[in-house]
């Protein structure tokens, strides 16, 4: 069965920083287009960063660029999001998905989704 489970998430201060990771399971790793969403209370769901098959390409939110990094270990079938520079508004729970797209930074597109862990993040 086909899951994707996260890890790495916690309470930090501004400025801290924290690596999420996200293994996956069941055949859906290798072939998929890899990404990170992220939803505050009260708001939708939104794309903070994505990587394709190879790890050759990325693309960020405008809102974490330059502080946040995606990468992936296809070895491992494992995701990464190192995330520096913390701010109280990157609070959310983060998603990890898989696409079967080329490249996606759509939530539409996302095919599987694991359940999320929580990052807090306190002035």
């Known amino acids: 069965q086909a899951q994707l489970v996260e890890s790495g998430g916690g309470l930090v201060q501004a400025g801290d920083s924290l690596r999420l990771s996200c293994r996956s399971s069941g055949g859906i790793y290798g072939a998929y287009t890899m990404g990170w969403f992220r939803q505050a209370p009260g708001k939708e769901r939104e794309f903070v960063a994505a990587i394709t098959r190879s790890g050759s390409s990325t693309d960020y939110a405008d809102s974490v660029r330059g502080r946040f990094t995606i990468s992936r270990d296809n070895a491992k079938n494992t995701l990464y999001l190192q995330m520096n520079s913390l701010k109280p508004e990157d609070t959310a729970v983060y998603y990890c998905?898989?696409?079967?797209?080329?490249?996606?930074?759509?939530?539409?597109?996302?095919?599987?989704w694991g359940q999320g862990t929580q990052v807090t993040v306190s002035s």
């Open positions: 998905a898989a696409s079967r797209r080329t490249f996606s930074i759509v939530v539409s597109e996302y095919d599987y």
